[in-house]
């Protein structure tokens, strides 16, 4: 752990620190499957945190916070809301590097996760447009933007670390351990919505049911900080992480000698990271327009779709450490072009082509999301792989998934479905010509 400078009476996490380091007390080595549970709690918080918001964005938010709106108009403005936190993403990277350059890693990830916590948590005390007016729109943007700048600065080199401390011929499985996290965490939100929504009348679940799910986000990051800090404070991780290089560099240096590689890093996992939002978000938001099946049983579905991408992580690891990770996102994306050219009549047939459409898109998302983190990120010299591969996560979600629930939404709205599958065919063709252009600048 890196010390914190005398001179500068600044926050610190040394009381956490201290229980953690009292926890991890008998630990000798960290092997890469505890690095990868790490990972796998850290991340399963984070995503909670943001599926809370994209399904209340369908649910809640267009009655609480946009009421003067028809449903559609609502909705969109919600998703408008809900892309601040990705613009945001790149900021908090650079403040929170900063911030671990000059006071320590477990000092920066205590910060990040309590104000990721914080954030998430205080949408769940904000009164609607009925008592406050616009004033509650300009908060619940401000409160979405600071969950993004949080979720930029949590990264902490786990990934990076579980990548070049797993077995040779075991990469694509350990790659894949790491994204566990998104289905578990979407699994978690919708199960609780599910249960909010199918057992509260509409007038409670609008009134304090739906902030429930908010209230639980806090809980959660004080869990996952633990789990996290339990591997960052000990002195076995910092060994590992000086003896890898796995330290903060400056974004302006980043970006002037390793920008191509944060272009192509980011552009490599488009049709994964367009699939994201198009199989959780967006089929609940046709649905509910719509109104062809009841909400209960579509968050039923994506529950089970969410197992089905367990199993298809698992086995896109299987894939991977036999054919290698790039031609695995490669294959994926070739799948997602030919899924996208059904999914209009998928979405619009009746609920069971409804269904299908998003059990095979957590299938596909499963199998090329298991894979999408760090594929490119060996192009990285040492010296900027920390650094490298926290910017192209961000860029990749910024690109790929950001604006998904509202483009796809709005175009689908107002011009058909087809426009649909020009956004995924568009991914999925991004992510075949980066994978292209990686190979020849690598060969």
Request: net charge neutral; hydrophobic share 55%.
């Amino acid at each position: 752990m890196s010390s914190i400078d005398q001179t500068y009476p600044e926050p610190s996490s040394n009381n956490l620190e201290r229980d953690a380091r009292v926890i991890t007390a008998g630990h000798s080595e960290i092997a890469p499957g505890e690095i990868a549970i790490g990972v796998v709690i850290g991340r399963a918080s984070e995503y909670f945190d943001f599926f809370v918001y994209g399904i209340a964005s369908v649910l809640v938010f267009p009655k609480v916070f946009f009421p003067f709106a028809n449903q559609l108009d609502g909705i969109l403005w919600a998703f408008v809301i809900f892309s601040f936190a990705f613009i945001a993403r790149p900021f908090g990277t650079a403040l929170f590097m900063a911030i671990q350059r000059r006071w320590g890693r477990s000092t920066k990830l205590t910060m990040a996760l309590f104000l990721l916590g914080f954030s998430t948590a205080g949408m769940a005390f904000l009164p609607g447009y009925a008592t406050l007016g616009f004033q509650s729109i300009i908060l619940l943007s401000i409160f979405r933007f600071v969950q993004g700048i949080a979720l930029g600065g949590s990264w902490d080199g786990l990934p990076s670390l579980l990548a070049l401390n797993a077995p040779e011929n075991r990469r694509g499985w350990y790659a894949m351990l790491g994204q566990l996290g998104a289905p578990i965490g979407f699994a978690i939100a919708s199960g609780l919505f599910l249960f909010l929504h199918g057992n509260l009348q509409e007038v409670d679940f609008l009134d304090w049911g739906w902030r429930y799910t908010f209230y639980v986000a806090f809980a959660i990051n004080v869990v996952a900080l633990f789990a996290r800090l339990r591997l960052v404070v000990t002195e076995e991780y910092t060994q590992l992480l000086e003896e890898r290089e796995l330290e903060p560099t400056r974004v302006g240096e980043l970006l002037s000698t390793q920008g191509h590689n944060i272009f192509i890093g980011a552009f490599a996992a488009l049709a994964s990271f367009a699939l994201f939002h198009i199989v959780t978000v967006f089929p609940l938001s046709w649905i509910a327009l719509g109104n062809t099946q009841s909400i209960n049983d579509v968050l039923f579905v994506q529950l089970i779709g969410a197992g089905i991408a367990v199993v298809g992580m698992i086995a896109s690891g299987l894939i991977a450490d036999r054919i290698g990770r790039r031609q695995t996102l490669g294959l994926c994306a070739s799948f997602i072009a030919v899924l996208s050219g059904f999914a209009p009549t998928l979405l619009n047939g009746d609920a069971s082509a409804q269904n299908l459409f998003i059990l095979l898109g957590f299938a596909l998302l499963g199998l090329s999301y298991g894979q999408a983190a760090g594929a490119v990120t060996s192009n990285f010299s040492t010296k900027y792989r920390y650094a490298g591969a926290a910017l192209t996560s961000d860029f990749a979600w910024l690109v790929g998934a950001a604006f998904a629930p509202l483009v796809a939404l709005g175009l689908s709205a107002h011009f058909g479905l087809g426009y649909l599958s020009l956004y995924l065919l568009s991914g999925a063709g991004c992510t075949l010509v980066a994978l292209r252009l990686n190979r020849a600048l690598v060969a």
